[in-house]
């Protein structure tokens, strides 16, 4: 497997490249060529649209899913009330303000001690980056899996 952590302008140059240079499936058929992965910033609509033929097959890591109705519920809200785009920074400070108040008004863990005690325990919460849990005092947060289909990110 061959990981590319770039931005989505460069991946649309590099993939482009690297299928005029016969080292990228141009079908995007698997056969026995290297698997392609890349960072959820190497996923935009612009590599979509420009570059589908090319990233089909592809596998993206990423924090913002669109396919989960959660991301989908916070990137609406949030565009309809800030009038623009979000990204990975601005979810993360969503889901850290809605599990602070998970914590506080859900659970009642008012201080820090009680919320210590908490993440002892087996503890999860969903939110617009995907799932969280905490185990044996670990926490665990995975980024959600896409494959590239026909120019759409789906999940795996």
């Given at each position: 497997?061959?990981?590319?952590?770039?931005?989505?302008?460069?991946?649309?140059?590099?993939?482009?490249?690297?299928?005029?240079?016969?080292?990228?499936?141009?079908?995007?058929?698997r056969g026995?060529?290297?698997?392609?992965?890349?960072?959820?910033?190497?996923?935009?609509?612009?590599?979509?649209?420009?570059?589908?033929?090319?990233?089909?097959?592809?596998?993206?890591?990423?924090?913002?899913?669109?396919t989960e109705?959660?991301?989908?519920?916070?990137?609406?809200?949030?565009?309809?009330?800030?009038?623009?785009?979000?990204?990975?920074?601005?979810?993360?400070?969503?889901?850290?303000?809605?599990?602070?108040?998970?914590?506080?008004?859900?659970?009642?863990?008012?201080?820090?001690?009680?919320?210590?005690?908490?993440?002892?325990?087996?503890?999860?919460?969903?939110?617009?980056t995907g799932?969280?849990?905490?185990?044996?005092?670990?926490?665990?947060?995975?980024?959600?899996?896409?494959?590239?289909?026909?120019?759409?990110?789906?999940?795996?």
């Open positions: 497997a061959i990981l590319f952590a770039v931005s989505d302008t460069t991946m649309t140059a590099l993939s482009s490249y690297l299928a005029a240079q016969g080292l990228w499936p141009r079908d995007g058929s026995k060529g290297p698997h392609y992965l890349a960072t959820s910033f190497a996923w935009s609509s612009t590599l979509a649209l420009n570059s589908s033929r090319y990233v089909q097959g592809m596998i993206v890591a990423s924090w913002l899913p669109a109705p959660r991301t989908q519920a916070f990137l609406s809200s949030y565009e309809a009330v800030f009038d623009g785009g979000s990204g990975v920074l601005e979810a993360f400070a969503f889901d850290a303000a809605n599990l602070a108040r998970t914590l506080l008004l859900d659970v009642g863990a008012r201080d820090g001690h009680a919320m210590r005690s908490v993440f002892a325990d087996t503890f999860s919460y969903r939110g617009a799932a969280w849990s905490w185990r044996a005092k670990k926490q665990m947060h995975a980024p959600v899996l896409l494959r590239i289909d026909n120019g759409e990110a789906k999940s795996l």
